[in-house]
C-alpha cells in the first residue's frame, strides 16, 4: 500500500513538474504563441483550403478534423519534450539513478500533456462555433469521451517518439515528421474512404484516426454506442504505443547503464 | 562596396554549408512541403479546374515561408547564443551585412522545396507539369527571393529586440501560409484580412508565380505584381537598417549584447 502511495505521489509531482517546466511554459507568450496560435492558424488554413475544393457547406468536415488535431500538439511535442529534455538538461542520470518507480515516473510525463490535449481541442471547437461548427445536434458527453480518448491515444505515440528521443539527436525532426504525417494520414483532412489503399492502411495503424471518425459521427448525433467499437480500438492503439514507448524506456536505461552512455549523444 | 561583397559572400557559403546538413532545416524546406503538396494534391484534385504546377508551387511557397520565418528569427539569436554576437557587433562590418549573407543562404536552401515538391506531383500522380510563361516565371521567382531576403532582414532584429520576441515565432508560420494566398485565393477569407495581404510581399510573389506559371492572369497583373514586390522589398529593407540600428543601439546601451 505505502509504495502504491509512493508511486502515486510520484506520478502525480513528476507528470507537474516536467509539464511546468516545458517550452518554458511559465512564459505566457510561449503557450499563446504554441498551443492557440498555431494549431488554431493550422486549423483555418487547412479549413479555407478544404473549402476551396469541396466549397463552404464541408466546413464541419475540417473543423471537426483540425479540432482533434490539435491534442497532436500536446501528445507529439509536448509528452516528446518532457521525456527528451530530461537528457538535455542533465537530469535524466538522477533520474534513473532514483528508486523511484519507473512506469509511474514514464506514464507521468503524459498526464498534464493529456489535459491539455483537451482544453486545445475544447479552444479549438470554440473557435470552430464562430466558422461554421453546427453543435445543436451533436452528443456533447460522447463527444468529450471521444476527445479525452484521443487525446490519450495520441500521448501514447508522443510516449513512444519520447523513448526513442533518447537516442536520438534531433527530435525536433522526428516529431515535426509525426505531427504532419499525422495530418495527412489521419483523415483530419481527407475523406479515407475514397483514398488509395496505402493511405488507409496507414491510417489504420495510426492513432487519431478513430476518433476524428467517432467525432464526425457524434456530431451528427449517433448515440455513444454506434462508436464504442472505434474507440475502443483507438484506446487500445494509445496503449500498445504508450506500452512499445515504454519497453523502449527500459531497454534504453539497460544499454545506458551496461554501456555508460547515459549521457552520451 | 567590393569588401562588403565579400563578407556577404564568405557569411552565405560558410552559413549554407552549416545549414545543408540540418535536421530541422531539411524537414522545414523538403518534408513539410512535400506533405503540404500530397495534403493538397487529394485536397484539390478533384475540383474544377485544378492545375497540379498551382499546388506544387504554393506548397514550395509554404516551405520558402517557414524557412524565412524560422532561420530568420534565429539569425541574430543564434550568433547571441554561440558568443558571437559581440564579435560581429565590434567588427567593422556592419551586423546587417552579415546577417544579409546569412538571409541569402536561407533562401537559397529555401528554394530546395520547390525542387523537391514537384517530383510528388510528377511521379506520385503522374501529372504532366508545365510552367506557362518559363522566362516570365523566372523573374518572378528571382523577385520572390528579393521578396523574402528583405522580408527576413526585418524578422531577424524584430525578433533579437528582445529575448521574449522570439517565443512568438510559432504563431506566425501558418497565418502568412492564409493570408498570402499560397494554396488558395484570399477572396476566401474575411474583407478586413485583404489589407493584410496586400502589405506583404509573399503575397504578391505569390501571385506572381502562379500567374507565371499557371498562366491565368494577365501581362498587366504580374507587371503590378512585380512592381508591389520591388516597392514593398524597399520599403522592407528601410524599416530593417532602421531595426538594426535600434537593436545596436539598445544592445550597446543596456549591455545585453552577450545575454542569453
Given at each position: 500500500m505505502r509504495r502504491l502511495i509512493t508511486s502515486l505521489r510520484i506520478f502525480v509531482s513528476g507528470a507537474w513538474l516536467s509539464y511546468i517546466a516545458l517550452f518554458h511554459w511559465t512564459h505566457p507568450a510561449s503557450y499563446i504563441a504554441s498551443k492557440i496560435v498555431m494549431p488554431i492558424a493550422s486549423m483555418l488554413f487547412f479549413l479555407y483550403l478544404g473549402m476551396s475544393a469541396?466549397?463552404?457547406?464541408?466546413a464541419q468536415f475540417y473543423i471537426v478534423g483540425n479540432a482533434l488535431q490539435i491534442v497532436a500538439v500536446s501528445a507529439i511535442y509536448g509528452v516528446t519534450m518532457t521525456v527528451s529534455r530530461e537528457r538535455n538538461m542533465g537530469t535524466l542520470i538522477y533520474l534513473i539513478g532514483s528508486p523511484a518507480n519507473r512506469l509511474a515516473i514514464f506514464m507521468g510525463r503524459a498526464f498534464f500533456n493529456i489535459l491539455d490535449g483537451l482544453l486545445g481541442v475544447v479552444i479549438g471547437f470554440i473557435v470552430g462555433g464562430f466558422i461554421g461548427l453546427d453543435?445543436?445536434?451533436?452528443?456533447l458527453p460522447g463527444l468529450a469521451i471521444t476527445i479525452l480518448i484521443s487525446s490519450i491515444s495520441t500521448c501514447g505515440l508522443g510516449l513512444m517518439l519520447g523513448s526513442i528521443s533518447l537516442t536520438a539527436l534531433n527530435i525536433m525532426f522526428v516529431n515535426n515528421t509525426f505531427f504532419f504525417l499525422l495530418l495527412v494520414f489521419s483523415g483530419a483532412n481527407l475523406q479515407l474512404d475514397k483514398m488509395p489503399a496505402w493511405i488507409q492502411s496507414i491510417s489504420k495503424w495510426l492513432p487519431l484516426t478513430r476518433s476524428i471518425q467517432s467525432a464526425r459521427i457524434l456530431i451528427?448525433?449517433?448515440?455513444l454506442a454506434e462508436v464504442s467499437l472505434l474507440l475502443a480500438s483507438e484506446f487500445a492503439i494509445g496503449l500498445t504505443y504508450a506500452l512499445a514507448g515504454f519497453i523502449f524506456f527500459r531497454w534504453f536505461e539497460f544499454q545506458a547503464r551496461k554501456r555508460g552512455t547515459l549521457e552520451a549523444f | 562596396m567590393l569588401s562588403k561583397l565579400r563578407v556577404v559572400w564568405t557569411v552565405f557559403y560558410l552559413y549554407l554549408k552549416q545549414i545543408a546538413i540540418d535536421g530541422f532545416i531539411i524537414f522545414t524546406v523538403i518534408i513539410q512541403p512535400l506533405l503540404v503538396a500530397l495534403l493538397a494534391i487529394y485536397m484539390l484534385?478533384?475540383?474544377?479546374?485544378?492545375?497540379a504546377i498551382y499546388v506544387i508551387v504554393g506548397s514550395a511557397l509554404t516551405g520558402l515561408w517557414s524557412g524565412t520565418l524560422f532561420f530568420n528569427s534565429f539569425n541574430v539569436q543564434a550568433e547571441r547564443w554561440s558568443g558571437c554576437l559581440e564579435n560581429i557587433v565590434g567588427s567593422p562590418t556592419h551586423l546587417q551585412t552579415v546577417v544579409l549573407g546569412k538571409a541569402l543562404a536561407n533562401i537559397t536552401i529555401s528554394l530546395s522545396s520547390m525542387i523537391f515538391s514537384y517530383p510528388i506531383a510528377a511521379?506520385?500522380?503522374?501529372f504532366k507539369l508545365t510552367i506557362a510563361h518559363p522566362s516570365l516565371f523566372i523573374v518572378s521567382l528571382i523577385l520572390t527571393i528579393l521578396a523574402l531576403m528583405s522580408l527576413g532582414l526585418v524578422i531577424a532584429p524584430i525578433f533579437s529586440?528582445?529575448?521574449?520576441?522570439?517565443?512568438?515565432?510559432?504563431?506566425?508560420e501558418f497565418p502568412m501560409y492564409i493570408v498570402g494566398g499560397f494554396l488558395f485565393p484570399v477572396l476566401m477569407l474575411p474583407v478586413w484580412t485583404t489589407p493584410i495581404s496586400y502589405i506583404l510581399s509573399p503575397y504578391w510573389a505569390a501571385r506572381a508565380l502562379h500567374a507565371t506559371s499557371s498562366g491565368n492572369a494577365s501581362l498587366n497583373e504580374v507587371f503590378i505584381s512585380w512592381g508591389l514586390i520591388v516597392f514593398l522589398s524597399l520599403i522592407y529593407l528601410y524599416i530593417s537598417s532602421w531595426l538594426f540600428r535600434v537593436l545596436l543601439q539598445k544592445s550597446k546601451e543596456k549591455a545585453t549584447l552577450g545575454l542569453q
Open positions: 469541396t466549397g463552404h457547406d464541408t453543435l445543436t445536434s451533436a452528443n451528427n448525433g449517433a448515440p | 484534385r478533384d475540383t474544377e479546374g485544378f492545375q511521379f506520385l500522380f503522374g529586440l528582445n529575448p521574449g520576441n522570439i517565443l512568438w515565432v510559432n504563431a506566425f
